[in-house]
């Protein structure tokens, strides 16, 4: 499981770069808030799309060089990214990476989940080192951005192209036809899946938009400096890892179910209890707040995605872990617009009321065991 944690780490470290590079494509190369929400959408259809038949391929196959080679792809296209002043160039990069990222989750999440077992603890070391690299990527990008300028977002290709080749070493360690083909029992329940999936997009509109704007928020509304508002992005992304850890723990406990109607529940206190201060110091507690209760449901919905359809480990991770969780990128021009007309704070007050949603369609999950 460790492998694959840190491999995750590095994955979605190029995932937290992109929101964390936003404001600067904002304030250093003069982009809109609509061409920076076309950011987040270039990555998201990337990373979104070819999920589907990325992980269908890695339920058949074995394809061990394909999260090798993501991981590889999502570094250089997001480390790029920061050298060019050209829009359309940017986007390109950006949908890159996110092809990069598509590629790595699918096979990488078949083979955590037979490492974790049926442990939803266990689910959560490998969920949670997704969270480690966003919660990295602003505590890194944000200072050497401030210092140095875009053109630094090329310091970050040499980690991914490491990790490929580390990866792609312990795959030829792997013996054996278990180490490549998805174990297979139990029934698969599409209705099932197919609420989790909707309750997956609700919140991975609220999870992107939160890192999208969360920054500019700090910055253009409370009047913080760039530094503080990377802070307040790091902070909210820090507290990810530790809902991520917690959701794992308590779904162990109490039930995969009613951790995700709980995590659900309790974003919209916290969301709002952020938006309602309005001191840039004192709300810096609150977005580490925000993050740990968005991510309470994120371990869980992954294992839980993966028993509705045991049959199809890869396909469920890569519904779950990419396209699902990517999917919400495509509501971020919706909300361009809005912080355009209304400011960064405006686009959060819709996102805070979104969660209702979420609440509402968790009701329709069951616990595999009662099936």
């Known amino acids: 499981m460790r492998i694959w944690a840190s491999a995750h780490a590095v994955d979605d470290f190029y995932q937290g770069l992109v929101p964390a590079a936003v404001p600067y494509f904002v304030l250093q190369r003069d982009f809109s808030y609509v061409q920076a929400s076309g950011l987040a959408l270039a990555a ?3 990373s979104a799309l070819p999920q589907v038949p990325i992980g269908l391929l890695a339920d058949r196959y074995r394809l061990r060089w394909m999260s090798p080679l993501g991981i590889s792809l999502a570094g250089i296209g997001a480390g790029l990214s920061g050298l060019s002043s050209s829009y359309a160039v940017v986007f390109a990069l950006l949908l890159t990476a996110g092809v990069g990222i598509a590629m790595f989750h699918p096979p990488a999440g078949r083979d955590a989940r037979r490492a974790a077992g049926g442990s939803a603890t266990a689910m959560s070391y490998f969920a949670a080192g997704g969270s480690v690299g966003f919660f990295v990527a602003p505590a890194l990008v944000t200072p050497a951005l401030d ?5 630094a977002t090329a310091l970050f290709v ?26 297979r029992r139990g029934r698969d329940r599409p209705g099932l899946f197919a609420a989790l999936t909707a309750v997956e997009i609700v919140r991975s509109t ?13 910055i253009r509304h409370l009047e913080a400096s760039s530094g503080l508002g990377g802070l307040a992005l790091t902070l909210e992304l820090g507290g990810g890892v530790l809902g991520t850890l917690l959701g794992g723990r308590l779904a162990d406990r109490i039930g995969m179910v009613r951790t995700v109607q709980i995590g659900n529940a ?4 916290a969301l709002w209890a952020m938006l309602l201060c309005d001191d840039k110091y004192v709300a810096l507690p609150l977005a580490l707040l925000a993050g740990l209760v968005s991510n309470i449901p994120f371990a869980v919905l992954i294992k839980l995605g993966q028993d509705y359809l045991p049959s199809r480990p890869g396909t469920a991770a890569g519904v779950t872990l990419g396209l699902a969780m990517s999917a919400g990128g495509l509501f971020m021009p919706l909300l361009g617009l809005v912080a355009t007309h209304h400011g960064p704070r405006g686009a ?9 949603a979420a609440v509402l ?11």
Do not use: C, Q
């Open 158 to 183: 040499p980690p991914a192209v490491l990790m490929g080749f580390v990866l792609l070493r312990h795959h030829h360690r792997a013996t054996g036809e278990a180490a490549g083909k998805a174990v």
């Open 206 to 218: 609220i999870s992107i938009g939160l890192n999208t704007f969360i920054s500019l928020y700090w």
């Open 44 to 46: 998201t259809l990337g």
């Open 147 to 151: 210092r140095l300028g875009m053109n």
């Open 348 to 356: 959060l007050m819709v996102l805070a009321t979104v969660p209702v």
């Open 361 to 371: 369609l968790s009701t329709a999950l069951r616990e595999p065991d009662r099936l």
């Open 266 to 269: 309790a974003l919209l206190p």
